[in-house]
């Protein structure tokens, strides 16, 4: 299933002094291996979709993995309207389309480092694709505080994106009342809330001040290339 539209990034916002949950983070595992970045792009309205949303529960479950999940908008109009979706979301499914040779989007997607796309509910295929998929080259981004450093390292000639997420990382059960999971209570987990572009990033060492996120959520940075590129570098509190 899928659908397409002439949409792009969510516009840059300005960087927000305020206070995240103590303690400090990095662009590692605790192997010391840089994170993996999953993607799902998932909807309530998408028959299809469950079994993806089971599989990312499964995987935000490894420790060098950051599983995040992205309700997008499009299946809306089969008559359930997904609680999580904003246009945003559908916004960065539609950009990484062309940069992965797709036609247009569809659910359920996952994406793995920006670079690779599969099916996802397909178990085998994703963990393959985890295993396989080019690996971002180590750079360092710690969220401290408020406080966001990233270190200096190689970017693209054009600078690289600063994603700032809030994502929930409790398993939230949705239970759907029209559509087609009419009677079905979907689990959710690493339901992302807020996306917003932080600027760009030179290769520069750089320290910013970044926005709080709400109670009970959990704030994670992403280093991307432009226009649905490769994901440099990732890191979570």
Request: proline share 8%; with cysteine.
């Amino acid at each position: 299933m899928g659908s397409r539209k002439n949409i792009g990034y969510v516009s840059a916002v300005s960087v927000i002094a305020g206070l995240l949950s103590l303690g400090a983070s990095t662009a590692f595992a605790g192997n010391g291996k840089p994170l993996t970045v999953v993607e799902l792009f998932t909807s309530q309205g998408c028959s299809s979709c469950p079994p993806a949303n089971a599989n990312l529960i499964e995987i935000s479950k490894r420790p060098d993995v950051l599983a995040l999940s992205f309700g997008v908008t499009y299946w809306d109009r089969l008559g359930w309207k997904d609680i999580f979706a904003a246009p945003e979301y559908t916004d960065r499914q539609v950009t990484y389309e062309t940069p992965l040779g797709r036609d247009g989007p569809f659910t359920p997607q996952m994406v793995v480092n920006g670079r690779a796309d599969v099916v996802g509910n397909r178990i085998g295929e994703i963990d393959h694709l985890i295993a396989t998929a080019p690996k971002p080259d180590p750079l360092s981004v710690t969220i401290t505080g408020n406080s966001l450093a990233i270190a200096a390292g190689k970017a693209p000639a054009s600078g690289a994106d600063i994603w700032l997420v809030t994502y929930d990382d409790k398993t939230v059960n949705v239970p759907v009342s029209r559509g087609e999971n009419t009677g079905h209570t979907l689990p959710h987990k690493n339901v992302v809330h807020s996306l917003s572009n932080l600027g760009s990033w030179d290769g520069k060492a750089v320290s910013l001040r970044i926005s709080p996120a709400k109670p009970g959520l959990r704030t994670a940075v992403l280093i991307q290339a432009p226009h649905g590129g490769p994901i440099l570098a990732a890191a979570t509190n």
